[in-house]
T-cell receptor, first 114, second 112 residues
Framework: KAGVTQTPRYLIKTRGQQVTLSCSPI?????VSWYQQTPGQGLQFLFE???????NKGNFPGRFSGRQFSNSRSEMNVSTLELGDSALYLC?????????????FGPGTRLTVL | SQQGEEDPQALSIQEGENATMNCSYK?????LQWYRQNSGRGLVHLIL?????REKHSGRLRVTLDTSKKSSSLLITASRAADTASYFC????????????FGKGTKLSVKP
């Protein structure tokens, strides 16, 4: 089975712009979670989607949003980018919710905001 | 914060030695998971231990869980240079919204 894929792998944007990141989960997996990783804050949960429904959301401002399509692919969007949004964004997929059996992570998208 | 904490933050050992990393957490859990991350890449799920389990093995990995002390340890036996990575514990807290909470990680360096 192919693993979790994320596109693009690297992205450079400027403050005020918006960005859309994409995640394709492992075939058959219905749950997709998104995490932000920074050296200072570590791994922080953004949101989780299960069968196209957002199941839970972390403590991030409304500028961060996401969605999941019927084929389980997911996108996350960040509007009005700030310098502090520079991070590695990781997507994880699992058969059930990630908490139940563990999750498979993609390689991440490295976002740099200038 | 309910975030778990790994200890030590960094660990440097020689190939062939054992490496032990600890994780402490704050409230009751359903399960605890360990992940490995090679420099700047995605995380790899290593092992999951449920709250009613005390010990689990997977190859050279041994995980213990002490719910009375709210702590877990990950032991890597006979370490190899390829084990060099950051190791994270992630907890599924009872009463949480169903998301995993990750600790800050232990950076393991295995010297050949």
């Amino acid at each position: 089975k192919a693993g979790v894929t994320q596109t693009p792998r690297y992205l450079i944007k400027t403050r005020g712009q918006q960005v859309t990141l994409s995640c394709s989960p492992i075939s058959g997996h219905r749950s997709v979670s998104w995490y932000q990783q920074t050296p200072g804050q570590g791994l922080q949960f953004l949101f989780e989607y299960f069968s196209e429904t957002q199941r839970n959301k972390g403590n991030f401002p409304g500028r961060f949003s996401g969605r999941q399509f019927s084929n389980s692919r997911s996108e996350m969007n960040v509007s009005t980018l700030e310098l502090g949004d520079s991070a590695l964004y990781l997507c994880a997929s699992s058969l059930e919710l990630a908490t139940a059996r563990g999750a498979f992570f993609g390689p991440g998208t490295r976002l740099t905001v200038l | 914060s309910q975030q778990g904490e790994e200890d030590p933050q960094a660990l440097s050992i020689q190939e062939g030695e054992n490496a032990t990393m600890n994780c402490s957490y704050k409230t009751s859990i359903n399960n605890l998971q360990w992940y490995r991350q090679n420099s700047g890449r995605g995380l790899v799920h290593l092992i999951l231990i449920r709250s009613n389990e005390r010990e689990k093995h997977s190859g050279r990995l041994r995980v213990t869980l002490d719910t009375s002390k709210k702590s877990s340890s990950l032991l890597i036996t006979a370490s190899r240079a390829a084990d060099t990575a950051s190791y994270f514990c992630a907890t599924d807290y009872r009463g949480s919204q169903g998301n995993l909470i990750f600790g800050k990680g232990t950076k393991l360096s295995v010297k050949p």
